[in-house]
């Protein structure tokens, strides 16, 4: 907090390096600010993106069904929040995107819904049945790939369709990553977790917390 008063900056995300900083997700400022080659990649293709989706939704899936009733209510250490609110949430996050295409706008509160809604959703059938439907509405939404270039308004910083949902991508990577790790503290071994080779094209961050 001091950094970022010491900054005149208000909201999150920040990005610093030196005296520079970048505030939201700006890729151009973030490239120019970082010294990175805009142009070594780019957006990845909604073929490719669908692909990646089954592939997580599919591993997903596999941990939602080898957890009791029980054990979706257990609370992760260092942090107040059940497996049913991370494995649920993973399934709406790329919702958000659809959703900020269609109001134009994706707000925090958007973000932070998942904390009330996923207690909607009681069994691991229910949630798994969810994470069917998203599975089939993103499918439909990216066969329409001209939807992803609009941009909109969020918390982060104008920000276009595309980009959200590839972060949204690497959100549910990095949950599943996060599944797994606690999945042992519970007894459970994960049934064929994912190689992280498998998803090496999405953006998911080399720290697990």
Request: net charge negative; charged share 25%; aromatic share 10%.
């Amino acid at each position: 907090m001091a950094e970022l008063k010491a900054l005149g900056v208000k909201a999150l995300p920040v990005s610093v390096r030196g005296e520079d900083f970048v505030v939201g997700y700006n890729v151009a400022d973030l490239c120019e600010t970082f010294g990175i080659d805009a142009g070594s990649s780019g957006p990845m293709h909604p073929e490719k993106m669908m692909e990646m989706y089954r592939l997580v939704f599919g591993g997903l899936r596999r941990a939602v069904n080898q957890l009791s009733p029980g054990q979706l209510d257990w609370i992760s250490p260092g942090r107040p929040r059940s497996m049913r609110q991370l494995l649920w949430h993973s399934f709406e996050r790329p919702v958000l995107g659809i959703e900020a295409h269609e109001g134009g706008e994706y707000s925090r509160d958007m973000v932070r819904r998942y904390e009330e809604l996923a207690q909607n959703y009681e069994t691991c059938e229910e949630i798994c049945a969810y994470g069917d439907r998203i599975e089939a509405e993103l499918a439909e939404f990216l066969a329409e790939g001209d939807k992803l270039a609009k941009k909109v308004k969020s918390y982060m910083g104008p920000i276009t369709v595309h980009e959200l949902l590839e972060l949204a991508l690497g959100h549910a990577f990095q949950h599943l990553r996060q599944a797994y790790h606690y999945m042992p503290m519970m007894g459970l071994e994960p049934d064929r977790p994912l190689d992280p080779k498998s998803y090496e094209e999405v953006p998911v961050p080399e720290e697990l917390f």
